[in-house]
């Protein structure tokens, strides 16, 4: 973004100032050294040895200037790195555990959302407004919506990086205050819509998803969603690098990786921002197999931007200025000929 081009731009140019003033420096020490030196030589005070010890001590003094004045850039990176690091550690945590909150067993998947409102503390604005949604154990949900419509903040909400204002959600009938976040987060899984991939061996980035997973397991959740093929034809196989973020690899791989390490976890919930990143066909194709496998049995909730996936939902929710506008199935709705129909016809069709 702009600003980080321009902090970079400044910082360029202090670095581009600061080695030649150390080199001119180091330069006019050594003129002196050399000016008053050879003036006591000539007066017999020092010997010409003494001259060239202290010439070379002054070289050897200016040497870590140099070498730090070659990093500065580096230096200035590392600073406002640390600075980074440290405003996240002191960011205050907005959503804490009950003092009575109990750990949460094995759960079924069963969510309702019971009249839902949200606004962030410091924006009294409602992002979410009397959200009623009820959804069975193994159903795959689609929220359709503009930008903005309140999305993501539906998912944000379910798995607690906010409470809701008002209103109360449950999960198999127990309201999610009431348990702790750690219990509760280890029975969902998230796919993001950029799939994140760490530094390091394909394995080691599926192994996030479990991390006492035994190398079957791995293989296996990657054959599961397709990603298998693709992995094997690498140079390494399952132990070959990726970079951080995943540049060396595709957008569907880095969709396929993300979804093996998603199945591997076997979450009872899972919730997936569809990417909207155009692929070839037949990568398309493998990404809707490896979907159909990561959806099945699990309750899912997916913000979704492909037709192939909103039309395959067991109930579409139609999300519009922070409400619920319309929900059912893709047939239903399409028959209202309501918001959906509109979106349809306009976004939605491929």
């Known amino acids: 973004n702009r600003y980080f081009l321009e902090r970079s731009l400044d910082a360029a140019k202090v670095a581009s100032v600061f080695t030649p003033i150390v080199d001119v420096l180091g330069a006019v020490a050594t003129a002196l050294v050399v000016y008053l030196g050879g003036t006591a030589v000539l007066g017999e005070s020092i010997t010409a040895g003494v001259l060239i010890a202290f ?8 040497d870590p200037i140099r070498d730090l004045s070659r990093r500065f850039d580096t230096l200035q990176s590392t600073m406002a790195g640390g600075e980074r690091i440290l405003e996240l550690l002191n960011t205050p945590v907005e ?7 109990r750990e949460v067993g094995p759960i079924l998947g069963d969510v309702r959302f019971e009249d839902v409102s949200f606004h962030y503390s410091d924006d009294p604005a409602l992002v979410l407004d009397g959200i009623d949604l009820g959804v069975r154990a ?9 930008t903005g419509a309140g999305k993501t903040t539906i998912v944000k909400l379910l798995t607690r990086f906010h409470d809701p204002t008002s209103g109360c959600l449950r999960v198999d ?16 899984g998230m796919v993001l819509q950029d799939p994140f991939l760490f530094n390091g061996s394909v394995k080691e980035n599926i192994l996030f998803g479990r991390l006492d997973a035994s190398d079957d397991d791995v293989i296996a959740a990657a054959q599961a969603v397709g990603a298998h093929d693709f992995i094997t034809r690498l140079k390494n196989g399952y132990d070959s690098s990726v970079e951080e973020g995943g540049a060396t690899l595709s957008v569907g791989q880095r969709q396929l990786i993300s979804f093996a390490r998603a199945l591997l976890a076997d979450p009872r919930i899972l919730i997936l921002d569809e990417a909207t990143s155009s692929v070839d066909t037949q990568t398309e194709q493998i990404i809707q197999r490896a979907l159909a496998t990561l959806l099945k049995g699990r309750t899912s909730f997916v913000i979704a931007h492909r037709l192939s996936t909103i039309t395959k939902a067991d109930k579409i929710v139609v999300i519009h200025d922070g ?12 028959a209202k000929q309501g918001m959906y129909y509109e979106l349809y016809k306009t976004g939605f069709q491929e």
């Open 55 to 62: 010439v070379l001590y002054i070289d050897r003094l200016f």
């Open 173 to 188: 009938g127990v309201d999610l205050r009431t348990v702790t976040q750690q219990s509760l987060r280890r029975q969902m």
């Open 95 to 101: 959503v804490q555990d009950a003092d009575n909150a």
């Open 323 to 334: 409400k619920i506008v319309e929900q059912g199935t893709h047939a239903e709705l399409l």
């Open 138 to 146: 193994g159903q795959t949900v689609a929220l359709v919506g503009e």
